[in-house]
């Protein structure tokens, strides 16, 4: 319990560098700390008997989150398929150890509303090479936040609906839009929440199911 609460202050401090760092323009210490975010909070999921399918994810974010320090569009398209790759193995994780929800039927009209929109409003203003790629990102980022809401419940899916925000931001970016103050804070700060609830609500879910499982075995004991 002691290693837990340490990795998760420690992640909670580092955190609280980079928004910081990004609200008052400090490059340096967002270029520090946004690299190690992921790792530690992988660590404190894996103190936690995290799978290794959602350290898989955390570790492709890592991934992402490097490339993405690289202004160039070539280190935006593999941060990008590394953030791909981390999406796929959430899915593969919510269908494995999550289950179908009845109460989520608004979700996918919901979603493919908010896919739709983007994608055609965002079109004629990406640049020719990232359209196709954009579009297919969307699309698997979607159905992960979809997923996170329909198999694993309120903490997992607010989780991957601030991931499709933080995303929207820097699509919105890429297609030169009007821009809120300090975007890469926004950014950050969907993001850095997005991947800490999904974590969050991708244990409790597993604790939970463990002690469903748990129980039938002493009932039937």
Not at 91 to 119: D, E, I, N, Q, S
Not at 162 to 174: H, K, Q, R, W
């Amino acid at each position: 319990m002691t290693v837990r609460r340490a990795l998760l202050a420690a992640f909670a401090l580092l955190a609280a560098t980079d928004l910081i760092s990004l609200a008052v323009g400090v490059g340096t210490g967002h270029t520090v700390s946004k690299p190690l975010l992921m790792p530690l909070l992988a660590a404190y999921a894996a103190a936690h008997g995290a799978p290794r399918l959602l350290l898989a994810a955390l570790l492709f974010g890592w991934g992402g989150d490097v490339l993405l320090l690289f202004d160039a569009e070539p280190a935006f398209l593999a941060g990008m398929a590394s953030f791909a790759a981390g999406h796929i193995c959430y899915l593969v994780l919510f269908k494995a150890y999550g289950k179908a929800r009845a109460r989520c039927g608004l979700l996918v009209p919901a979603y493919t509303t908010a896919l739709l929109t983007t994608v055609v409003l965002l079109w004629p203003d990406l640049p020719p090479g990232l359209r196709v790629p954009v579009v297919g990102y969307s699309l698997l980022l979607t159905a992960m936040a979809y997923a996170a809401g329909a198999r694993l419940g309120l903490v997992a899916g607010l989780g991957g609906a601030l991931f499709l925000l933080s995303d929207t931001l820097i699509a919105t970016g890429v297609a030169d839009w009007p821009q809120p103050p300090r975007p890469d804070l926004w950014i950050m700060l969907t993001y850095i929440a997005a991947q800490f609830l999904l974590t969050v609500g991708t244990l409790g879910a597993l604790e939970a199911r463990d002690e469903r499982t748990a129980l039938k075995v002493m009932v039937t004991d």
